[in-house]
Structures are given as C-alpha cells and as structure tokens.
C-alpha cells in the first residue's frame, strides 16, 4: 500500500496591499503559541485587528503582532527572550507607535523587548538614518526668510520669494522615501493653492 504523501500546507493569499500581513498560524507561531486560539481571544479582547481575505481568513499587521509580543514579554517573564527578536523584528516594532500614540524610544526597546542597551542603541540608530537619510534631511531644511531690507528677495542672491522657495521646498517633499512626508507635503501644498490670491 503506497503511503500519502504529505504536502506543504499552502499559505491564504492575503488581501491586496497586505502582502506582509500575517495569517492567524503565523501569527500564534511569532507569540510562541501552539494554537491559534490565543490569537482568536486577543482578537475579542480588541487586542489585535484583522483585515479579511478570501473565504473570510484572518490577517493580523506584523508590527501590531510585534507590538503584542512586547507587551506580552513584559507581563509573562517566560513567554521570550532577547534571542527572539531578530533585528527585522525590531525595526518593525520601532515602526509601531507605543500606545500612547509616540515613537519608541532605545528605553522602550530594551524594556519591551529585554534586548541589551548596545543592540537597542544600535538598531535604533540605524532605524533612524534609514527614516531621514542625509540627502532627504536637507531637503527639509528651513527655506530662508528674505531680507529686512523690503526688496522681497532672499538672501544670497536668490531670487525667488519666499512663496515660491516654500512651494518648491514642498514640491521636493513629493519625492520623499517616506509615505507620511509625502503626504504632508501634498496636505500644504493643496493648502497653499487654495488660499486666497494665489
């Protein structure tokens, strides 16, 4: 008699643009769960949020799961350890707002994740540089103010004012690397064309 063979389980295909979601196995795998039904009850206590794809399968945000696992870590001294973090994990998490809404700090990061204070400081530096790298950081410099002296020229023999140093500052914020400049520069943009006299 020829055994089965057993084949790979296929992972759900996730919704359009939430390809780096996670199904819920994956996600009770990152939390070090056997079952998926830990995450079916985070899920009803509003800890995690789903999106839903095909035939209704649950898919949870990587960072939002990531975040989970902090907090988790902080009130089960068993539940990881600093090996379980991979430095993909922690970028993620640096990523994910604290639940007061602001950015995480090295100090989050070696409490949440109990990671040493090197290795904290490390990934957050580099977490950093990626967010504003040198050649973007300059573009979002202050434009400068014209002279006091009425001509309504700027400085340095510019000579452009001050509106259309702004405009073309925020045109430049259009090619940012990160999504939330880009957006906020179209925000001010739309802004300043419906403004009166313009």
Do not use: C, N
Request: net charge positive; hydrophobic share 35%; aromatic share 6%.
């Amino acid at each position: 008699m020829a055994h089965a063979q057993l084949e790979p389980r296929k992972r759900p295909r996730a919704p359009a643009g939430y390809d780096s979601h996670l199904t819920r196995r994956q996600a009770a795998r990152m939390l070090g769960f056997a079952s998926e039904f830990k995450i079916r009850e985070f899920e009803r206590q509003g800890l995690l949020h789903s999106v839903r794809g095909p035939m209704r399968t649950a898919f949870y945000a990587r960072a939002d799961i990531l975040a989970l696992k902090a907090r988790l870590a902080q009130t089960e001294s068993d539940r990881s350890s600093a090996e379980d973090w991979t430095d993909a994990d922690l970028i993620a998490l640096l990523e994910h707002p604290t639940r007061t809404g602001l950015p995480r700090s090295i100090l989050d990061l070696v409490m949440e994740t109990r990671i040493s204070i090197e290795r904290a400081e490390r990934v957050h530096a580099f977490w950093a540089g990626v967010k504003a790298p040198a050649p973007y950081a300059a573009m979002r410099t202050p434009i400068p103010k014209p002279s006091s002296a009425g001509t309504g020229a700027a400085p340095s023999g510019e000579r452009r004012g001050e509106g259309r140093l702004s405009r073309d500052g925020l045109i430049r914020e259009l090619r940012h690397p990160d999504p939330r400049v880009r957006q906020q520069a179209f925000e001010r943009l739309r802004e300043h064309r419906a403004a009166p006299g313009r």
